[in-house]
C-alpha cells in the first residue's frame, strides 16, 4: 500500500507489476517515505521483472535496511542495465557498499550493467578502494562518483595510497566514462590518477575533474600521466576552492604540451593526438603564473 503513494501513477505501479513491456524505466527518486517492507516489496516485484531497464532510487534518504532490503530481491532480476542511486547519504555507512559489491559480482549483473551512479553517497577512500575490486570484469561504461568524500582525508598519504591501489588494480575494459567531479583529490589524488591514466585494462575515453582543489602541480602530475592515455576528454577546468588553488596558465602548459609539444619534429610526432577537449575554460580565472 505504501508503493500506491509514489512520484509516479497507480497506472505505472500496476504496468510494473504486471511486467508491460512499455514499462523500461522505474523512477523511485524521492522517495523518503517508505519503510524497509516497501522496499523489500518493490525488490520482489523487480525481481519477477523482464522489461525494466534503468532503475533510478535519488534522494531517498535510503539506510541500511532500506538498501539491503532492496537489493537482497534485486539481485533476482535479469533486465535492469542502469542503477543510480545519487543523493543517498547514509549508504556509506554500515554494510551497505558491502551489499552493492555482491550484487555487482552475480553474474548478471556482471555482463549487463552497464551505468552506475553513486553520486552524494559520501563514499571516501577506503570505500572506494573495497568497492572497485567488484567492478573489475564488469560492463560498465559509465561511473558517476561526483560530490563525494574522495580525497578529504587529513592523511594526504593515505589518501594517494587508497586511491592509487584501487586505480592501479582495476580492470575494467569497458568502462569509458569516470566522473569525479566536487570532491577533494588534490595532489594526492592527481598522482593516483597517473596509476589509472597508464592502466592498460582501462580504456577511458571520458574524466570529469571539475572542483577537485587542483592547481598548478596538478597539472603537471596529469600531463605526465597523459603522455599515452587513451583519454579523448578530461574536463579540469572550474578548479580550486580558494585563491591559492587556481590554475594559472603554467598549468595549462604542463597540459598543452602534452597534446602538441613543438620542440622539436619528433615531439610533436609523438604527442598526445588523441585528447582533444578540457572541458569549459573560464579564461578569467585562470591566473598569470
Known amino acids: 500500500d505504501h508503493l500506491i ?6 497506472k505505472a505501479w500496476k504496468l510494473l507489476k504486471r511486467n508491460d513491456p512499455s514499462k523500461t524505466i522505474c523512477n523511485l527518486n524521492g522517495c523518503d517515505f517508505l519503510p524497509s517492507s516497501a522496499w523489500k516489496e518493490m525488490g520482489e516485484t523487480l525481481a519477477r521483472n523482464t522489461c525494466v531497464q534503468e532503475l533510478y532510487v535519488e534522494n531517498c534518504q535510503l539506510n541500511e535496511d532500506n538498501f539491503t532490503a532492496l537489493m537482497t530481491e534485486l539481485k533476482e532480476n535479469q533486465s535492469i542495465r542502469t542503477l543510480n542511486f545519487q543523493n543517498n547519504p547514509a549508504l556509506a555507512q554500515g ?30 577512500d577506503i570505500q572506494l578502494r573495497a568497492l ?4 573489475n570484469g564488469t560492463k560498465i561504461r559509465q561511473l558517476f562518483l561526483n560530490n563525494n ?13 587508497n586511491l592509487s591501489y584501487a586505480f592501479d588494480k582495476l580492470d575494467m575494459p569497458e568502462l ?43 597539472c603537471r602530475l596529469l600531463a605526465e600521466g597523459l ?19 587556481y590554475i594559472t596558465y603554467k598549468g595549462w602548459e604542463h597540459i598543452l604540451g602534452v597534446v602538441c609539444d613543438d620542440s622539436s619534429i619528433q615531439r610533436t610526432y609523438s604527442s598526445n593526438h588523441v585528447i582533444h577537449d578540457f572541458g569549459d575554460v573560464d579564461s578569467n580565472r585562470v591566473r598569470p603564473a
Open 227 to 245: 603522455k599515452k592515455s587513451s583519454l579523448e576528454t578530461m574536463y579540469i577546468g572550474s578548479n580550486g576552492a580558494d585563491e591559492r588553488e
Open 176 to 218: 569509458e566514462e569516470l566522473h569525479l567531479v566536487g570532491n577533494e583529490l588534490g595532489r594526492e589524488g592527481c598522482e593516483a590518477l597517473q596509476y589509472l591514466l597508464r592502466n592498460n585494462n582501462v580504456r577511458l575515453k571520458h574524466l570529469s575533474l571539475f572542483r577537485n582543489h587542483f592547481d598548478d602541480g596538478c
Open 95 to 124: 554494510m551497505s557498499m558491502t551489499k552493492l559489491s555482491t550484487l555487482l559480482q552475480t553474474r548478471y549483473w556482471t555482463n549487463n550493467l552497464v551505468a552506475l551512479t553513486l553520486c552524494r553517497t559520501n563514499l571516501c
Open 5 to 10: 503513494s509514489l512520484p509516479y501513477t497507480l
Open 149 to 161: 568524500r574522495l580525497g578529504s582525508a587529513t592523511n594526504r598519504l593515505r589518501v594517494k595510497e
Open 132 to 135: 572497485l575490486p567488484s567492478l
